[in-house]
Every structure is written in structure tokens, then in C-alpha cells.
């Protein structure tokens, strides 16, 4: 795969919407890669792993040499490329570059088709020889370089709440991609990054995309954007927790988790009443302390916050992933040597025994801020699979949270409450046992998450169709049961409350 030097000039944006037309007629989009391809061919792209895909363009269709040019950066004739785009447009600007012998072209970036969540064909535009997700590594070891359409940032873009807001901000945009899906629901977008070729690609990302252009600022973390405050920041930042700073895109520069926690705590003054910050992180797990009070610490005064861990990995397993990431495992081996003996060091220095891996979601609440209320934090490890998007899973965690939050035990049992879509009752026992030893119940939707519950609990799910109220069930569950409805009504508000706040039970009003 092609690299390309970080001093190269980037195309100009000025006709993109020329070259957008010849990649949009040539079906070059996610669903057309995904028919020329086919499925594991396609697959391994996500791999950075190119030879099922050079077999599988073997062809000379405008599709196929798109394909050749932009993903597999392979030389084409000038022929084939004025086939399939605007050539010379595309040498005048800069998105192609003629060999030395002046009868191919080949690509000056990597174009990568992308699927919006409305069916929209993006497409992002990198470095060369930086596709995300190979073994391998990147590609490139340059300071500057400019990665595209990864897990993380894809991860980012599903949790992100989407309703309409007036303004939003894309801290450390990378080549643009939560700005892309900012720009379709934000009246503003402002998108800022410490990299000035960061904001080169993201300005070439949203003209290729046919989206709207946005405000770019150059600078670290907030600095760039004064006071302004935003409905809605996003930022997938450069959380690896590294010994010094080599890589712009992945190494913040400061020392441990400090950049992550330095961006949460002062995303609290820069977000709107209401508004949402949304963030990826890694966190340190620190000998002698709790992770959990680690985070709880980082929330800013005048927020709920829900953080959700998704991943551990020990001091050894985290440093080999960055290792690779950055492709030193290929290096001189006393070289690699040196450098994880670095990574260690850095680790035991700060009696790091692990670290963390997920996403941290604030709201901005007046009530919170004026001390009315007490602020919602919710910290917990959920490792297994989900179902994204969950941009409306945000919204409703802390819509359950303001509820719960307004009821005390004798306002929630006068409440009526449905069983949430999609949710679905197991029983777990011996074969032939004539009762189970529990009963689970599923979420098949969202954070699909799972919880154990009495017969009592089952009974009560079973039959919240926002006909009775709470109270007058538990009445109906304890007669039937031979059970004392008074202690029923002392003992169950506890586990209605979980019922609500995990989302498998929803107040009918």
C-alpha cells in the first residue's frame, strides 16, 4: 500500500463536487464496494488486509479502477482514470498525482466510502497507507498523520445523541467524521484540532460528502474556542496513555489519563443547559484505588454523568496493542525492546495495574448546577455486545434518572408503568424441574442488558400494561401468592426502581 509524504500538497475542495458526481455514478459507496467486492473481501479491507480486494477488481470498470485508486492506492492508466472521473480536474487539484512516466495516476489521499445512518453516501478522506484496524498497524509513524473510519470513531458516531441542536463542536475532528454526522442535525458546527492537516481533511471530508462546511480552529482541547459553549460536543481524543508524545492522533501529551480527565472536567462550563458532552477515554486503574471513584472525580460540577466501561486490558496487553498501532513490533527488535520497556516503566511509575477503555456521557442540568438536586452518576462495566446506534438510549438513561430522581416509594407504587418493547422473559433451571432456579430478563434492543428477578419481580413485569398502577399490582401479586400485600409494597420499591432504571420497565406518562 502507497504512503505519501506529510509535506505533499492536500487537494483543494473547490471542485469536489465534480469528483463527488464520477464517485456517486460509478456506484463508488459503501453498498456498491459491498457488491463488487463481496463480503469477505470487504471484510478484510476493515483489516487493512488489500489482496482479497485487488483480486476482486481485476476489471477494467470505472468501479474497479475507483476502487484500485482510492482504497488499494495502486497506479492506474491515465486512460482508465479519465474513464471513471474528471481527470484532469482531479490533477489540477490535487486528488491524483502522475507517475514519473506520466502514463498512470495514482491517488495523493485515501477516499473511503462511508454509509450515513439515513442512507447517505459520504465519504472520508485521509492520509495514505492509514486505513484503521490492520494488524499491521497504520502504516506511518509521522507525527502528523491523519487517520480515517475506524472502530472508535464509528463507536463515537453511534452513541452520540442526535436530536436538533443550534450549535455543536467536533474537538479534535481528526479527518471528520463526527462532524459529518454533527452537520446533519446541528445549525453550527464547529470543529477544532492541535493538527492544522487535521482540519485540512476535514474540510476535504465534509465537501466530498456534499455537506455543509464548518467553523475550524486550530488549537488544543478548548483553547481554540474561547468561551463559546455549545448543545453538543463530541471528541474521540487522543486518549492513548503513552510514555511521551510521538503520534498527533492517539497520544495526548500529558501525563497518564490527565487529558482525558482535563477534557471532561472542562467540558461541565462549555456545554448549554441540556446539552450533551460525549466522549471517548481511556482511565488508569490505579494499586489502592477504585476506578470507579477515579471517574466519579473527573465529572464536572453541574452535570449527570453516565460512564460506561467497556473494555479492561492489563499494562502488558495495552502497551503490545500501541505497539503494534504503531508498527514497532516490525522495528529492530532491540528497538522494541527499548520502547516497551518504556511503556512499563511509564505504567509502574504511576502503580497502574490496567487500563480502561469506554464512553463518558454528560448533560448539563440547571437543577444540578443551582444544587436542587442532587446529580446523577451512574459508573458501571458493561462489556457485552449492544446495539447501536443508542443515541435515544442516551436520552432516555436520563430521562428515567430526572424520573426516578422527582418520585419517592409512595409516588412511583402510584405510577403506572409498561414493559419496555423487545424485552423477554428466560427461565433458567434443571431440565424437568417443575419450577426454575431464576428468572432473567432481556433487553434485545439498546445496551441489551439482562437482570435477574424474584417471582414477585417476573409477575409484576409481566403484567405493567399502564392499566394498573404499581401499587395496586403488588395488592393483586400478594393476594394471589398468599403474601402480606403491606410488605410487598416496603420491600419491592427498591427493585422497581432498577426495573426503571435499566430500562426495562417505562412510566406511562
Known sequence: MSTTSLTSRLPVPARAARLREALLAADFTADGLLELLG???????????????????????????????????????????????????????????????????GAS??????????????????????????????????????????????????????TPVSSALDLGTGSGIQALHAAQHATLVTATDLNPRALDFTRLTLALSGARGAELLTGSLFEPVDGDTYDLIVSNPPFVISPGARLTYRDGGMGGDDLCRTLVQEAGERLNDGGYAQFLANWQHVEG????????????????????????????????????????????PAEYTRRYEAWLDEFEARRTKAVGFGWITLRKNAAVASGAVEPSLVIEEWPHPVEQPLGDTVV??????????????????????????????????????????????????????????????????????????????????????????????????????????????????
Not at 465519504?123 to 506511518?140: E, K, N, P, W
Not at 409498561?418 to 419450577?435: K, R
Open 396 to 509: 432516555a438513561h436520563f430521562e428515567r434518572q430526572d424520573y426516578l430522581r422527582s418520585r419517592d416509594d409512595a409516588a412511583l407504587l402510584a405510577d403506572h408503568f409498561t414493559l419496555a418493547p423487545e424485552v423477554v422473559q428466560e427461565q433458567v433451571g434443571l431440565p424437568g424441574a417443575e419450577d426454575p432456579e431464576h428468572v432473567v430478563l432481556r433487553q434485545n434492543r439498546g445496551m441489551r442488558r439482562a437482570t435477574k428477578v424474584d417471582h414477585v419481580g417476573a409477575g409484576f413485569a409481566g403484567v405493567c400494561d399502564g392499566t394498573l398502577s404499581a401499587g395496586r399490582i403488588l395488592d393483586a401479586i400478594g393476594q394471589l401468592m398468599g403474601e402480606d400485600p403491606v410488605l410487598l409494597r416496603d420491600r419491592t420499591p427498591q427493585a422497581i426502581r432498577l426495573l426503571v432504571e435499566e430500562g426495562f420497565l417505562l412510566p406511562s406518562s
Open 109 to 162: 489521499v485515501d477516499v473511503r466510502p462511508y454509509g450515513g445512518p439515513d442512507g447517505q453516501d459520504w465519504f472520508i478522506v485521509s492520509d495514505l497507507g492509514c486505513a484503521v484496524g490492520g494488524a499491521g498497524g497504520i502504516g506511518q509513524k509521522d507525527e502528523g498523520v491523519v487517520l480515517g473510519v475506524g472502530g472508535a470513531s464509528t463507536t463515537l458516531a453511534g452513541i452520540t445523541v442526535r
Open 39 to 105: 463480503a469477505p473481501a470487504y471484510a478484510a479491507l476493515a483489516r487493512s488486509e488489500t489482496v482479497p480486494a485487488l483480486r476482486a477488481t481485476r476489471g477494467d470498470s470505472a468501479l474497479e479502477t475507483l476502487v484500485r485508486l482510492f482504497l488499494l492506492q495502486q497506479p492506474v492508466s491515465r486512460d482508465r482514470a479519465a474513464a471513471a472521473l474528471p481527470l484532469e480536474e482531479c490533477l489540477e487539484d490535487g486528488w491524483l498525482v502522475a507517475r514519473e512516466d506520466e502514463q498512470e495516476v
Open 289 to 332: 484505588e477504585e476506578w470507579q471513584e477515579r471517574l466519579r472525580s473527573w465529572v464536572p460540577r453541574g452535570c449527570d454523568a453516565w460512564i460506561v466501561q467497556r473494555e479492561v486490558q492489563d499494562v502488558t496487553q495495552y502497551a503490545e496493542l500501541w505497539l503494534r498501532d504503531s508498527g514497532d513490533h516490525r522495528a529492530d
